[in-house]
T-cell receptor, first 115, second 118 residues
Framework: AQTVTQSQPEMSVQEAETVTLSCTYD???????LFWYKQPPSRQMILVIR??????QNATENRFSVNFQKAAKSFSLKISDSQLGDTAMYFC????????????FGEGTQLTVNP | GAVVSQHPSRVICKSGTSVKIECRSL??????MFWYRQFPKQSLMLMAT?????????EQGVEKDKFLINHASLTLSTLTVTSAHPEDSSFYIC??????????????FGAGSRLTVL
């Protein structure tokens, strides 16, 4: 079974600064996907970024980028130029390639961006 | 983009009654839908996987007679909480996927439904 661990229950950052959220996972699979989801106070789950395990290049989406270390089973999210709207719960998630789209979520990190 | 509509967003019911929550994919056909439960400040807990035209697959510890899931069409799955009790009060979220090809790893989430059982 796969497990996803987010060791930071809460984090805060000043507006315009950079913050990194940590995520580690455990799997014996070789083909899988990793995701970061954002859940703002509205509770709507929003996909932030996706990484395919077979790709060595780290995924980037505007201010969001990941540091994917496959051997270390680490998948951290870096948010640059933090904005107040980035305040949310962030979930790291794992999907096995042959799992039928089944996601395993981490415990979440509550990020607060301070003005 | 893919849109999933979940209804109702909030529902309050009396203990002992049943409540139905709908999850609709508005602009794509969802071969697979998932139902999650989320307690305050906690992660999403997968309850069951719903495949169109077949019985849902429930996660360990989830009572299938308590949480009835129906996926009668490629655009609609329903979760019915039967004989609801206060401990069933929670936030329920659905997600949907095309389930094939490049869409297999893409999940779209509904906005969630807050159930309060009095």
């Amino acid at each position: 079974a796969q497990t996803v661990t987010q060791s930071q229950p809460e984090m805060s950052v000043q507006e315009a600064e950079t913050v990194t959220l940590s995520c580690t996972y455990d799997t014996s699979e070789n083909n899988y996907y990793l995701f970061w989801y954002k859940q703002p106070p509205s509770r709507q789950m929003i996909l932030v970024i996706r990484q395919e395990a077979y790709k060595q290049q780290n995924a980037t989406e505007n201010r969001f980028s990941v540091n994917f270390q496959k051997a270390a089973k680490s998948f951290s999210l870096k948010i640059s130029d933090s904005q107040l709207g980035d305040t949310a719960m962030y979930f790291c998630a794992f999907m096995k390639h042959s799992s039928g789209s089944r996601l395993t979520f981490g415990e979440g990190t509550q990020l607060t961006v301070n003005p | 983009g893919a849109v999933v509509s979940q209804h109702p967003s909030r529902v309050i019911c009396k203990s002992g009654t049943s409540v139905k929550i709908e999850c609709r994919s508005l602009d794509f056909q969802a071969t697979t839908m998932f139902w999650y439960r989320q307690f305050p400040k906690q992660s999403l807990m997968l309850m069951a996987t719903s495949n169109e035209g077949s019985k849902a697959t429930y996660e360990q510890g989830v009572e299938k007679d308590k949480f009835l899931i129906n996926h009668a069409s490629l655009t609609l799955s329903t979760l019915t909480v039967t004989s609801a009790h206060p401990e069933d009060s929670s936030f329920y979220i659905c997600s949907a996927t095309k389930g094939q090809g490049a869409g297999a790893n893409v999940l779209t989430f509904g906005a969630g439904s807050r159930l309060t059982v009095l």
